[in-house]
């Protein structure tokens, strides 16, 4: 009879787990005293004339907005120097998959992949279009999706690279 080794850790670890959480001393420091309240330091708000006074606020200015980044700046660029990467390294994975008979799963892509100069353009303007998508959000004021185009397109070459890589 084969017995759930697995399982059975599993089942036993976590009740352990629970048990040490629960006892552990940084659970307990949760709890707060008595003895550092000060009922004397806890005084009642005054009470509000019943007279209307005259109000002496006086109108202040905001202070002024942090200046935005400039678009090419070192972090920008750091982005799109890694996204230009990561697309040249797709485009030379998927070139060669594709010569050695594999096929390119991308619809997008599959349209261009009929030469390698296609190819090449697919990939250009993917990293043209990241760029351009990133200066539109800047100059919007959206500045996290500005930066999060590069990490975006980042993110799905590297992983383009490592299937294309894995199923050779």
């Not at 659970?27 to 002496?56: D, G, K």
């Not at 090419?72 to 230009?84: G, H, I, K, V």
Request: with cysteine; glycine share 8%; net charge neutral.
């Amino acid at each position: 009879m084969r017995t759930n080794w697995v399982g059975a850790i599993l089942k036993y670890g976590l009740v352990i787990l629970l048990a040490i959480l629960g006892f552990s001393p940084s659970a307990l420091s949760q709890e707060v005293s008595l003895a550092l309240l000060r009922p004397n330091a806890i005084q009642p708000a005054p009470m509000a004339p019943a007279a209307p006074m005259v109000s002496t606020f006086q109108p202040t200015t905001q202070p002024e907005a942090p200046s935005q980044h400039r678009f090419w700046d070192s972090e920008n660029s750091l982005l799109f120097a890694t996204s230009a990467a990561f697309s040249a390294a797709d485009f030379v994975v998927t070139r060669d998959n594709l010569r050695a008979g594999g096929q390119e799963l991308n619809p997008v892509t599959r349209v261009f992949c009929g030469s390698t100069a296609g190819l090449a353009v697919n990939f250009a303007g993917e990293t043209v279009g990241v760029v351009g998508l990133s200066y539109l959000f800047h100059k919007t004021g959206h500045h996290r999706l500005e930066r999060a185009v590069s990490m975006l397109n980042i993110g799905a070459s590297a992983s383009a690279v490592t299937f294309d890589l894995a199923h050779r």
